[in-house]
């Protein structure tokens, strides 16, 4: 069983930066993408970015686009998503998700809050 545990929310200020870490844990596998998605009160869970397998190609939302980066750690089975330039609108609860063979994402982890407040 896959698990994945996201870590490195926190409160910040607009403007400033905090990375997000997603740690696969279990039966890890790194022929599959991971995803980042984040869901603010209210609103519906909306997708931030994606990296591939390899590490060779992501995409980002364009709300995040030009101020986050993603990147994997494969020996660590770690992905990271480098936010900066943050917003009050970025504040979420962030989770990360493994893709799957039918293009969908599973074994979703538990979330760490990111908050942007002066």
């Not at 599959?32 to 992501?58: D, H, L, M, T």
């Not at 994997?72 to 962030?94: C, F, G, H, I, W």
């Amino acid at each position: 069983q896959l698990l994945l545990e996201e870590s490195g929310g926190g409160l910040v200020q607009p403007g400033g930066s905090l990375r997000l870490s997603c740690a696969a844990s279990g039966s890890t596998s790194n022929t599959y993408g991971i995803g980042w998605f984040r869901q603010a009160p209210g609103k519906e869970r909306e997708g931030v970015s994606c990296i591939s397998s390899s590490g060779g190609s992501a995409n980002f939302a364009d709300s995040v686009k030009g101020r986050f980066s993603i990147s994997r750690d494969k020996a660590k089975n770690t992905v990271y998503l480098q936010m900066n330039s943050l917003k009050p609108e970025d504040t979420a609860l962030y989770y990360c998700a493994r893709g799957t063979a039918a293009g969908g994402y599973a074994y979703w982890g538990q979330g760490t809050q990111v908050t942007v407040s002066s």
